[in-house]
T-cell receptor, first 116, second 117 residues
């Protein structure tokens, strides 16, 4: 079974600074996808960024980027120019490639606080 | 853009009562997933449906059942409610037929907050 580990339960960052959230995963599969979801105080789950395991290039979405190290099974999220609205719980998630109905496996989350 | 719709948004029930949660996926999405998120926890997968058929089953109690209808909306039926069922219940949808990465992207609804007293 796949597992996802987020080793940082809580983090804080000053507004406008950069922060990196860690995520490691364990799988014997070669084909899979990785995601970061953001859950603000409203509890809505928002898809932030996604990465295909077969792609070497790291995904980027505006201020959000990932560092995907397949051999190390590491998938960290970097938030640049942090904003107060980035305050949220961040979940790393894994999904195995198959016919397409596989559920997401989540890490325990990292609570990020952006400080003014 | 249209999003996943869940109703009701909040629900308060007493122990041993029943509850029905509804989910309306994004138009043209054919796959629905249900997740349960307890306080301070990560979402846990309950069950999923593709084209009105159950496709995968997770940690869903036997007291719960679900189905997907011809219009692709889904309902989660919960009976003999227990205090431990108090949680946020998410529905997510995806579009399997799109292929590639798209079929693995799951979009979440706002959730139904269930409180059992």
């Amino acid at each position: 079974a796949q597992t996802v580990t987020q080793s940082q339960p809580e983090m804080s960052v000053q507004e406008a600074e950069t922060v990196t959230l860690s995520c490691t995963y364990d799988t014997s599969e070669n084909n899979y996808y990785l995601f970061w979801y953001k859950q603000p105080p409203s509890r809505q789950m928002i898809l932030v960024i996604r990465q295909e395991a077969y792609k070497q290039q790291n995904a980027t979405e505006n201020r959000f980027s990932v560092n995907f190290q397949k051999a190390a099974k590491s998938f960290s999220l970097k938030i640049s120019d942090s904003q107060l609205g980035d305050t949220a719980m961040y979940f790393c998630a894994f999904i195995q490639e198959n016919s397409g109905n596989t559920p997401l496996v989540f890490g325990k989350g990292t609570r990020l606080s952006v400080i003014a | 853009a249209a999003g996943v719709i869940q109703s009701p948004r909040h629900l308060i029930k007493e122990k041993r009562e029943t509850a029905t949660l509804k989910c309306y996926p994004i138009p043209r999405h054919d796959t629905v997933y249900w997740y349960q998120q307890g306080p301070g926890q990560d979402p846990q997968f309950l069950i999923s449906f593709y084209e009105k058929m159950q496709s995968d089953k997770g940690s869903i109690p036997d007291r719960f059942s679900a189905q997907q209808f011809s219009d692709y909306h889904s309902e989660l039926n919960m009976s003999s409610l227990e205090l431990g069922d108090s949680a946020l219940y998410f529905c997510a949808s995806s579009q399997r037929l799109a292929g590639g990465l798209t079929l693995y992207e799951q979009y979440f609804g706002p959730g139904t907050r269930l409180t059992v007293t």
